[in-house]
């Protein structure tokens, strides 16, 4: 079998040196193959997928790698599924890009072959956040659009995510089509290029300012608490990517007048050299802006990962040390804020609704409850809550919603998760509290646990990577199907949700009934006391993630310290029983 592997390695190779690429990739190729056969082989094992989400992978030469032939063939494809599906129209598309190394000749490359399709291309002029790409699509009416990303991820990644006619990430049937589509690209002599460049037009500062007045239009809830805390110290990084152009313009637009932006991280660099990995969900990643906080003796500390669209917040505590908050966290912060001031303002009448994904805080659940607001659970990626928006139009309103990993959305008239607004959101809310209650956000989400219990998430991720680690993966989550948990921290577990086979089964009674969402590889358990477990690989890095939701009353805030170390101690307990540490 390895020896079959290495020939269809080899053979698709020696195609690389054969075909019609450029001399610089064919001369990595040749390097790779007389110095590097496991690199070889990780390079060309098999074909970068064009996934539900799109491409992510690792930049470099081959198959299995981001580059302008992988690039070419993902754009080609999408390109003739957008003719067939708006056959008779001038097909319009937008294409951005983030802060990674090659991310413009990506984009440079995805805009020309779409103008080389003969689609009429807004291209933006240099990096943006993904939102604003999602903005876009829908302020300009156009079919389609791609933004060249891998988020989050390490430096040697990038990635490709398409967009539908509504700014969201392509959902069913399309990315299924799409991904046909892609697959009958079987040579770049099928990839058009280099025509057409006419098809061209350059989106600049004047579309940022429709963005910005649009975030601010939708979404403000409090002017008069900003004017009065409009110089309440904040800080801000990006982490090296592409907030840098949007956050503190977003920030001002709202009022706030006394900004810090962390110097060394408003360089724009593909490398992240100040950090290990640009993701705001790491508290080492936010140690820099976290310092220049207690310098400045700031009341927030915010992040954006390098395409903008994930927050991190950090907030001082009693000791006036800063916290940095889960995902789940600021979530509840964030929507809890939006209910409050809609209620405030008599702006609900039963018609609003709220979404959340199946493996964040139900928290969320329970706050809408409060506000008689309806609360949809969807699966994990914000194009599923997209698509809750879309189902929705004319029937009823969407007031906010996200996941546990950063992401946060206010208003719709963007489609994906979008930090930008969600900054502007959550400083708007700390002068807001400060002002009504002379609380900080800090203060205000422990008054949050005491009216609605403290809910406690954590998140263990275990990496497996290259081609031995993707059927390691895969064989946990049939070992767990198989061998569900029978207890977790001493509680019975009496439900177990498989979202694969979308059947719930109550272990108590035996009852199977069925799921109303789309199939996902997710195992959900819950114990007979409420904690609630779930598992599923992760659709864009090669990690198995475990989420753990617990919950308990916290009868006063005095009390925080001592139910947050039982809560902690709980989940290090289900960890332990699932072998995980």
């Not at 982490?239 to 920030?251: K, T, Y």
């Not at 912060?333 to 939006?338: E, F, N, V």
């Not at 996941?403 to 959305?409: I, T, V």
Request: contains cysteine; charged residues 25%; aromatic residues 8%.
């Amino acid at each position: 079998m390895a020896n079959e592997l290495d020939q269809i390695v080899l053979s698709k190779a020696q195609q690389w040196l054969d075909g019609d690429y450029d001399e610089a990739t064919k001369q990595q190729v040749k390097c790779l193959m007389d110095n590097d056969i496991k690199e070889l082989t990780e390079s060309f094992y098999k074909d970068l997928e064009f996934g539900t989400g799109g491409l992510r992978g690792i930049m470099g030469v081959g198959t299995n790698r981001m580059n302008i032939y992988t690039v070419g063939t993902a754009t080609q494809g999408l390109a003739n599924y957008l003719k067939k599906n708006f056959a008779g129209e001038k097909v319009k598309v937008a294409v951005a890009h983030d802060s990674r190394n090659n991310s413009r000749m990506f984009a440079e490359r995805v805009a020309d072959i779409f103008a080389s399709n003969d689609f009429e291309v807004y291209l933006f002029d240099s990096l943006r956040p993904t939102p604003e790409m999602s903005f876009a699509i829908r302020e300009l009416k156009l079919h389609s659009g791609v933004v060249i990303t891998a988020s989050h991820n390490p430096k040697e990644y990038n990635g490709y995510k398409a967009y539908w006619t509504d700014g969201s990430q392509v959902t069913s049937p399309h990315d299924v089509n799409i991904i046909e589509e892609v697959a009958k690209i079987t040579d770049n002599s099928q990839v058009l290029t280099g025509q057409h460049a006419e098809n061209i037009n350059i989106l600049g500062e004047e579309f940022d300012k429709l963005y910005l007045e649009r975030i601010k239009k939708d979404i403000q809830l409090s002017p008069e608490s900003v004017a009065k805390f409009h110089d309440m110290k904040i800080v801000y990084t990006p982490l090296h990517g592409a907030g840098v152009r949007l956050v503190p313009e977003s920030l001002k637009n709202f009022g706030f007048t006394n900004v810090y932006v962390v110097p060394e991280q408003a360089v724009i660099d593909g490398n992240f050299p100040t950090v290990e990995s640009p993701n705001p969900e790491e508290r080492k990643t936010m140690a820099m802006a976290m310092e220049l906080g207690r310098e400045q003796n700031a009341d927030l500390v915010l992040a954006t990962d390098p395409d903008s669209d994930r927050i991190g917040v950090a907030l001082r505590n009693g000791a006036g040390e800063y916290v940095l908050l889960n995902g789940n966290q600021t979530l509840a912060l964030l929507l809890s804020y939006q209910l409050t001031r809609w209620a405030e303002r008599g702006e609900l009448d039963g018609n609003q609704y709220v979404v959340k994904t199946i493996v964040t805080s139900t928290m969320a659940n329970t706050v809408a409850e409060h506000f008689g607001v309806k609360c949809y659970d969807c699966l994990t990626g914000f194009k599923y809550i997209a698509k809750i928006i879309r189902e929705n139009e004319g029937k009823a309103k969407y007031i906010g919603g996200g996941e546990e990993s950063f992401g946060y959305l206010a208003g719709d008239y963007v489609r994906d998760k979008d930090a930008v607004s969600a900054c502007a959101l959550a400083a708007e809310a700390a002068a807001w509290a400060k002002d009504t209650m002379g609380l900080t956000l800090y203060e205000w989400l422990q008054e949050l646990y005491v009216k609605y219990g403290f809910f406690r998430e954590s998140l263990v991720s275990v990496v497996r990577k290259g081609k031995e680690g993707a059927e390691e993966i895969q064989k946990m989550m049939v070992d767990f199907r198989e061998n569900p948990p029978k207890a977790l921290a001493g509680s019975d577990v009496v439900l177990v949700r498989d979202f694969k086979s979308l059947e719930e089964k109550n272990l108590l009674s035996g009852e199977v009934v069925k799921i109303d969402q789309d199939s996902s590889n997710v195992l959900q358990w819950i114990t007979a006391d409420g904690t609630i477990v779930s598992v599923r690989p992760s659709g864009t890095e090669p990690k198995i993630k475990f989420y753990f939701g617990v919950k308990e009353t916290l009868a006063k805030v005095e009390d925080y310290d001592q139910v947050l170390a039982q809560l902690d101690n709980k989940i290090e307990t289900i960890k332990q029983d699932l072998k995980l540490v």
